[in-house]
Every structure is written in structure tokens, then in C-alpha cells.
């Protein structure tokens, strides 16, 4: 769990610093007409929202609550991995040593319980 929340920090200082220099230093509108204007900038953009939808699919499944896998999932379409950052150190912190819990979250028993069937 260490490394998991290593890399969970990595992420979201990493993220903030980047969200930090885009606000302060970019131009949102135009920035992002030049982005829609180039082939890659699109296809960067197709494949970031892929990573974001795979992540929420784990997210939904390991929530036992609909509503907080909502607000995380929107935040992840919002935020990017900044949310997806916060999520995993959320998360580890939740479940400290316990590896399984951290990937299936409230579907644990019941995976393993059809394991040892």
C-alpha cells in the first residue's frame, strides 16, 4: 500500500502543479481551439477521456454507494486525474494494509466468496 499511495501523491502534486501553471499561465479558449484544431490534439484528447471513463468504470464498481461513486466520476470528468489522484489516497488511506479492499472496495466478500466456490 505504500507504493499505491506514493504514486496517489505523486499524481495529485504532480496534477496540481500542472492544473496551477495551465490557470496561471494559459488561455483556456484559445489554448483549447488550438488543441480541437490539430488531429493529435483530438485523438489526446479521445484517449484522455477513455482513461477517465475506464477509471470511473472501477470506481462505480468498487463504491457501495451510487451517489459517491457520482460525485467522484464527476469529478474525474472535471478534474481529470487530479480527482483520480485524490480517489486513490482517499481510498488507501481508507482500507491502510488491506490490498483487496483497496481494488474491490465494497465487493470484496462477494468476490470472495465466489472464489472459494
Known amino acids: 500500500m505504500k507504493a499505491i499511495k506514493g504514486i496517489g501523491w505523486i499524481g495529485l502534486l504532480a ?3 500542472a492544473l496551477w501553471y495551465g490557470f496561471t499561465q494559459g488561455d483556456f479558449s484559445a489554448d483549447g481551439a488550438r488543441l480541437l484544431a ?5 485523438v489526446s484528447l479521445f484517449d484522455l477521456y477513455v482513461g477517465f471513463a475506464l477509471f470511473s468504470v ?3 464498481y468498487r463504491e457501495k454507494h451510487g451517489a ?6 464527476v469529478a474525474m470528468m472535471i478534474l481529470g486525474f487530479f ?7 482517499w ?4 482500507y491502510k494494509t488491506d490490498v483487496l479492499g483497496f ?3 465494497a465487493r470484496k466478500e462477494s468476490v470472495l466468496r465466489s472464489v472459494k466456490r
Do not use: D, H, K, Q
Not at 480527482?83 to 489516497?89: D, N, Q, T
Not at 481510498?91 to 481508507?94: E, F, I, L, N, S
Open 15 to 17: 496534477m496540481s502543479f
Open 38 to 42: 490539430n488531429p493529435w490534439g483530438i
Open 58 to 60: 472501477w470506481i462505480a
Open 68 to 73: 459517491i461513486a457520482a460525485v467522484w466520476i
Open 83 to 89: 480527482a483520480g489522484s485524490a480517489y486513490v489516497l
Open 91 to 94: 481510498t488507501a488511506y481508507r
Open 103 to 105: 481494488f474491490l472496495g
